[in-house]
């Protein structure tokens, strides 16, 4: 595991588009509003992480651990979830669109108004 060190708080910018952050430790981390659009993040441990209305468009998780992270009204379009622990996460009103869910792990998240990958609005 790789330890990460962020500081400040505002992650809106472009600071960490396209970062590589491949098995970064990044359990309890407010990331609210990142730009996190082409970055890679596999096997990132992002557990209980605050991300609502992160963009993660085109993004990698491959095998990221996104549990019970609150992940409302963030951007996944076309991004790769493959393997991805997604239990008991928060994907209210989420895009999923195109995004690869293959072999993620579901359990017990919300899913409320979320777009599918297929287009579909979940209820």
């Known amino acids: 595991m790789i330890q990460v060190k962020l500081s400040g708080t505002d992650w809106s910018n472009e600071k960490l588009r396209g970062a590589n952050l491949t098995q970064a430790d990044l359990n309890n981390i407010n990331l609210s509003s990142a730009n996190l659009q082409e970055a890679i993040l596999d096997d990132a441990f992002l557990f209980q992480a605050q ?3 992160a963009d993660f468009y085109k993004a990698s998780l491959k095998g990221a651990n996104l549990t019970e992270a609150d992940l409302s009204n963030a951007n996944f379009t076309s991004a790769d979830l493959r393997a991805a622990d997604l239990t008991n996460a928060n994907l209210e009103n989420a895009c999923l ?3 690869n869910l293959a ?3 579901l359990d017990n998240a919300n899913l409320t ?3 599918m990958p297929d287009g579909t609005i979940h209820e």
Request: net charge negative.
């Open 103 to 105: 072999g993620a792990i």
């Open 113 to 115: 108004g979320a777009m």
């Open 51 to 53: 991300l609502e209305s």
């Open 97 to 99: 669109a195109n995004a």
